[in-house]
């Protein structure tokens, strides 16, 4: 009932006339450089583009501290730059559009019959640059945005320090601001994936993502299949009496 509930609005957005169907690749670097026992610094970069025509999308910074503050809760928070070209692989502006952006989060983590399910609450400050046809504007837009994900791990095989594991998750998100009056809800991502570790510290992941997405006006939106590569790297670092 929780995931339905989830992907409802994603079902009902289908039902719009106004659809622009897009295909993309999101090309990323994880690494996670653990500070103390508790204490993580994690840091991304991924390069998003479009297939067809073959066109940049966008590209993204983000670096986040994270507090494994038990063996149930996770914390996070963090900063994000984006570098929005276009959102048409067919018009091909003559600048880029940032985006600055604050993030806070809390995860709720338990295991059921060998599944690790998180629950992700997260807040962001999103400030976006304003911009005409011809030309950024010296001034910036500013919207809260929620985002609630559902997201289950699970070990498919496993040996040595090997292994191959599958995750499925499910994310909705919410815009809220004097900007966002049209759009409050934002966009849906469904996501399948397979990750192959090398070892604990290494691993190369491979998924699919169905993203829905409303746009500015509220009554257009973006259908996106997307295929998403991800290198995860853990710095091996050890730390005596951990409880976690």
Same mark, same amino acid.
């Given at each position: 009932?929780l ?6 609005? !994603? ?12 295909t ?6 994880? *690494? ?9 610094l994690?840091?991304? %970069? &991924? *390069? ?11 590209f ?9 503050a038990?063996?149930? /809760? ?7 730059? %984006?570098? /929005? ?5 067919? /018009? ?13 989060? /809390? ?9 690790? !399910?998180?629950?992700?609450?997260q807040?962001?400050?999103?400030? =976006?640059e304003? %911009?005409?046809?011809e030309?950024?504007l ?7 945005? %929620?985002?609630y994900?559902?997201?289950?791990m699970?070990?498919?095989w ?11 998750? &499910?994310?909705?998100?919410? *815009?809220?601001?004097k ?14 994936? +397979? ?5 604990? *510290? ?20 973006? &259908?996106? &299949? =997307? =295929?998403?590569?991800t290198i ?11 409880? +976690?």
């Amino acid at each position: 009932m929780l995931f339905l509930g989830l992907i409802s609005p !994603f079902l009902s957005a289908q039902a719009q006339k106004n659809t622009d169907k897009q295909t993309l690749t999101w090309i990323r670097y994880y *690494n996670i450089f653990p500070l103390t026992e508790k204490w993580a610094l994690h840091s991304e %970069f &991924d *390069n998003r583009s479009f297939l067809n025509p073959v066109h940049e999308n966008l590209f993204v910074v983000r670096v986040q501290g994270r507090y494994r503050a038990t063996k149930l /809760v996770d914390l996070g928070g963090g900063f994000a730059y %984006f570098n /929005v070209n276009t959102q048409n692989p067919d /018009v091909d502006p003559e600048f880029c559009i940032p985006e600055y952006r604050a993030q806070q989060d /809390v995860t709720l983590i338990n295991e059921v019959a060998k599944i690790t !399910f998180h629950n992700r609450f997260q807040l962001e400050e999103r400030f =976006i640059e304003k %911009f005409t046809k011809e030309e950024l504007l010296d001034e910036f837009s500013f919207a809260w945005r %929620f985002r609630y994900r559902l997201q289950s791990m699970f070990t498919l095989w496993e040996k040595d320090k090997q292994s191959i594991k599958g995750t499925i998750s &499910d994310e909705v998100m919410f *815009n809220f601001g004097k900007d966002n009056k049209k759009n409050t809800f934002d966009q849906n991502r469904l996501y399948f994936a +397979l990750r192959y570790h090398f070892n604990p *510290n290494i691993g190369l992941e491979l998924g699919y993502l169905k993203n829905f997405q409303r746009r500015a006006s509220g009554v257009d939106f973006y &259908d996106r &299949d =997307i =295929i998403r590569f991800t290198i995860y790297h853990r710095i091996d670092r050890q730390f005596k009496n951990s409880k +976690l």
